[in-house]
């Protein structure tokens, strides 16, 4: 039944006309008869010239391309849904980067992508159409998902003729002659999306689609059966060409079975790594094998049982035929082993292409292939992809979970009447802590006043009261010396531990995170951390706003009042990538003009770094380290030093480790590392254990 040229919009009942008499298209070209190489690639999308180029590449003798070629014309745009034309836009190798961020930003709408796309951004079609472009070598492909359904019409009907280029469809196969083997190519072309198997689209045949997308029906398998029973060689190898992945699709996997496939070649899924399988190795058992195939049958009766009385109602006899076919199809489910056939015949034992049966489902063409080298009756896969890029995670900021090096040593046992001390600053002081005044006075001028009792003048002038005590309870003479010695003796167990941490910070330095280590010899931008690198040895924990916190890497800090709890944990890194390169620019600068910057060293770029967080990262973009990948792209890198970017000199050197520079004497921080000039006046007063500081000629106590 013909279509008329106008008709409502499609719906899931309408199988759409007979197809056209059934004559098989089939035949078997000589490719090399000793030994040739296939390369199978999918999702090329229209940049149809780099076909060569990859075939050249892998020195193939022929290419089967696995959907989404790029059927599209002038004409086809006006014809492709706005989603759909949005989804071109966005993967179009023929769209620079630039102009398609433009394109797909929030204010432009899709009026204006339509007005603005042309068809040389979305196919090189046309230009192989016009003989502009030539196939090198033959090609045979299958419809994707992303096609113009017209323009695949006029390819089957013989209305466009291009040398080289093979559609294979449910009605055309091809035999090549390659490598001692005769190899029989069977496609299925289109998305599978089991509620339009029974929708036609604007289809003229059993193929079907609409709107710029192409999809799968039941009557296109059906054909897709007889074609291949009526072409059936038990001296061929068979090799089943989808845009859908077996792998994922029951039915496909079944209609595999059905045709006594040998290969199978797919795509559809997009992934950056190409998959090579047989069922044996991702299947637990014979049982989930054949869970697989009944999955697929039964979400396919869900669909065929809700329309079947209204295609029975119109499909013609040829179309029964077919759809017949394709029932059997989805009814091949293999028997459980050891279950008695029907009829009476031998018990049931494994399916061979159980383990028989080898699947690849490829990448986008941008990021692999697939190459079949096949010689002397012997079929060899090169699968190459182009995959992640994990290099990202070698200068990652690590967590800041504890590791064997940085755990603390734990406190000393605390009084009866302590609880043990948070490690971090808190709004009122620890019970556990001890107020001394004398250094309070000195180190934190702004503390906070003490939560106790005003004194009445009865107490004991010399003894002091446990933090935190609201009691106006004058102490006894022998509690008080009891106080005063248990007092003694855990703050001497406190500065033996503090001074153990001491040691193993001066020890794991080069460990510290990334922004506080290595900063550029003469570089201004000292991290708030280097006072405690100069200051003197730690002090008792203080009782005030602006004193230690337990477990803190520095002496006194300045009294802050934008604390909100818990400050975060030193972590530790290892050291500094050792092809690294230290950029002092003459003004804030873009990481795209750095990297442009240093010419052809660019390509061996791994990472720029503008150092710090914050709203003065890298002194704003004024200082930058830029990494490489390998040690000759640096060395180019280095030559770049007192050249010009925007009229202005640029530093170049090698970045190296903290250690390794000279901070001059006694240098004071920045930030909260001011406490550590508290610090050394204590210190030089006599009032911490220690006495004046003690230097090693480098400013570090």
């Known amino acids: 039944m013909q279509q008329p040229t106008s008709r409502p919009a499609s719906t899931s009942t309408r199988p759409g006309p007979s197809p056209r008499p059934h004559q098989v298209n089939t035949q078997t070209k000589v490719i090399d008869t000793i030994h040739g190489r296939i390369l199978c690639i999918a999702d090329i999308r229209g940049h149809l010239s780099a076909l060569n180029d990859r075939a050249r590449e892998v020195d193939a003798k022929a290419v089967i391309h696995t959907g989404d070629f790029g059927f599209f014309e002038a004409s086809s745009v006006e014809r492709i849904h706005d989603r759909t034309l949005r989804h071109l836009t966005m993967y179009s190798p023929l769209i620079p980067s630039a102009q398609r961020q433009h394109l797909l930003s929030p204010e432009n709408s899709l009026a204006t992508i339509r007005q603005t796309l042309t068809i040389s951004m979305l196919s090189e079609f046309p230009l192989l159409l016009s003989g502009q472009i030539k196939l090198q070598v033959p090609v045979f492909t299958i419809s994707g998902a992303c096609e113009d359904i017209l323009l695949l019409e006029k390819l089957r009907t013989g209305a466009y003729d291009i040398e080289n280029l093979h559609l294979l469809d449910e009605a055309t196969t091809r035999c090549l002659d390659i490598g001692g083997i005769k190899l029989r190519l069977l496609g299925l072309g289109g998305a599978y999306v089991p509620h339009k198997m029974f929708d036609n689209g604007e289809g003229n045949a059993t193929i079907a689609g609409g709107n710029g997308t192409i999809w799968t029906t039941a009557l296109q398998i059906g054909e897709l059966v007889d074609t291949a029973q009526r072409v059936y060689d038990p001296t061929e190898t068979r090799l089943l060409v989808t845009h859908a992945s077996p792998g994922r ?22 992934f950056r790594y190409a998959s090579s399988w047989n069922e044996f190795s991702v299947q637990a058992d014979y049982d989930a094998f054949r869970s697989k195939l009944r999955a697929g049958k039964d979400a396919f009766y869900r669909v065929w049982d809700t329309v079947k009385s209204q295609v029975n109602a119109v499909i013609d006899d040829q179309q029964r035929v077919l759809l017949d076919k394709a029932l059997a199809v989805v009814d091949r489910v293999p028997l459980a082993i050891g279950h008695p056939a029907p009829g009476g015949g031998p018990p049931a034992t494994e399916d061979p292409a159980w383990k028989n049966c080898w699947n690849w489902n490829l990448c986008d063409a941008a990021y692999g292939s697939l190459v079949l080298d096949i010689k002397e009756g012997r079929v060899s896969a090169e699968l190459k992809s182009q995959g992640f890029n994990y290099a990202y995670r070698r200068t990652a900021t690590p967590t800041t979970q504890p590791t064997p090096t940085s755990i603390k040593p734990p406190l000393p046992p605390q009084t009866a009447t302590s609880n043990t001390p948070n490690k971090v600053p808190t709004p009122a ?64 167990e406190k500065f033996r531990a ?65 604390s909100t709890g818990t400050r975060t944990p030193t972590s530790r890194k290892p050291r500094r990538h050792p092809w690294t390169l230290f950029v002092r620019l003459p003004g804030p600068t873009e990481e795209t003009e750095l990297r442009n910057f240093f010419g052809e060293a660019k390509d061996g770029i791994t990472r720029v770094t503008f150092p710090g967080p914050g709203p003065y990262s890298g002194r704003d973009r004024k200082i930058a380290y830029v990494e490489f990948g390998e040690e000759e792209a640096m060395k180019a890198g280095l030559e770049k030093h007192a050249e010009k970017i925007n009229d202005g000199l640029v530093e170049v050197s090698r970045a190296v480790e903290r250690e390794s520079r000279d901070y001059g004497s006694l240098r004071g921080g920045r930030g909260r590392g001011r406490g550590a000039f508290a610090a050394r006046g204590l210190s030089a007063a006599g009032l911490v254990r220690g006495g004046a500081p003690k230097t090693n000629g480098n400013g570090e106590a």
């Open 498 to 562: 503090k001074k153990k941490e001491r040691k193993e910070r001066d020890r794991d330095r080069t460990e510290r995170d990334a922004s506080r280590d290595a900063v550029p010899e003469g570089s201004s931008g000292e991290k708030k951390d280097d006072a405690s690198a100069t200051a003197t040895p730690p002090k008792p924990e203080l009782d005030t706003a602006g004193s230690s916190a337990p477990g803190s890497d520095g002496g006194p800090l300045s009294p802050r009042t934008d």
């Open 249 to 270: 699709e029951g039915i496909l996997t079944s209609l595999g079975l059905f045709l006594k496939a040998d290969l199978t070649v797919s795509a559809g899924l997009h």
């Open 429 to 492: 002081p620890a019970p556990d802590r001890v107020t001394l005044q004398e250094i309070d006075a000195l180190s934190s001028p702004q503390a906070a006043p003490s939560t106790s009792e005003p004194r009445s003048g009865k107490e004991t002038p010399p003894v002091a009261k446990l933090n935190g005590s609201d009691s106006a309870t004058a102490s006894t003479p022998g509690s008080v010396e009891k106080d005063k010695g248990e007092r003694g003796s855990e703050k001497t």
